[in-house]
């Protein structure tokens, strides 16, 4: 039986003159599991904020944990009400969004993801990225036709290369991961989500105090500051959760 210990988010916009195309669920128990998810509409198209927020709403009406756990079919469900949106403005015919969502399963988590909001799992005093980005960056890391020191100052890097989309081939990433192994000596685990506008803040300098790296919510407010006294350049979203097993 999942027991949450502690939880944190928060979304903002990058500014207060522009809507927010960042959607975030915070934890909850669906069907005696934990669920969690961030989303972040493409800027680019029309409808996009949303995109997102349909993402959202469209995860805890799912019928069984069957369903929450078949990525490609929750993907492909959340697509269909997105497309939905253009028949209330044909501008929003393009609208898109990015996907990332973590599900429990006893003691393994199912992730899904699309896009390029990031999760990780909290490993001692450091974060384990599990999801990989989707974006014109990684790829060409994954080529090796660039290092990532040679890519850190490269416009459009960060370019997403698919979405939950009408305009874009969509191919998600579902698989699980044991939480076992990443269990603290109390069986706690702990996860976060972030959108892009949020962990580009993080990679700067990936560290906290072990005070702060004791809980989610210290995390959660340092993170928020270290952005806001930077000046955030995107819309910004963290979820974050621990829970013991």
């Known amino acids: 039986m999942i027991k949450i210990i502690e939880s944190a988010a928060f979304s903002f916009p990058k500014n207060e003159d522009v809507s927010n195309a960042d959607a975030i669920l915070a934890p909850r128990i669906v069907h005696g599991e934990l669920l969690l998810a961030v989303a972040d509409g493409v800027g680019s198209y029309l409808g996009s904020d949303l995109a997102a927020m349909t993402a959202i709403e469209y995860l805890p009406t799912a019928e069984n944990l069957d369903v929450l756990t078949s990525g490609q ?3 492909k ?3 269909s009400e997105v497309v939905n949106l253009s028949g209330y403005n044909i501008e929003y015919e393009k609208a898109s969004t990015t996907l990332t969502y973590l599900v429990t399963l006893g003691r393994e988590l199912y992730v899904a993801h699309i896009g390029d909001c990031r999760a990780y799992i909290q490993n001692g005093k450091k974060l384990v990225q599990i999801t990989k980005d989707h974006t014109k960056h990684q790829q060409l890391l994954d080529h090796k036709v660039f290092t990532k020191k040679a890519l850190k100052n490269v416009k459009g890097k960060n370019v997403i290369t698919t979405a939950i989309s ?3 081939e969509m191919r998600p990433d579902c698989f699980r991961v ?5 269990a603290d000596d109390n069986g ?3 996860l976060f989500l972030m959108s892009d506008g949020a962990h580009e803040y993080w990679d700067r300098n990936p560290r906290f105090s072990p005070n702060t790296m004791s809980s989610v919510v210290k995390f959660t407010n340092s993170l928020q500051r270290r952005i806001e006294r930077a000046g955030p350049k995107d819309d910004y979203s963290l979820v974050a959760v621990k829970f013991q097993m």
């Not at 044991?178 to 990443?182: A, E, K, P, V």
């Open 188 to 190: 706690n685990v702990t």
């Open 73 to 75: 079919h929750v993907f």
């Open 77 to 79: 469900g959340i697509l």
């Open 166 to 168: 009408p305009v874009a």
């Open 178 to 182: 044991s939480l076992s192994d990443y």
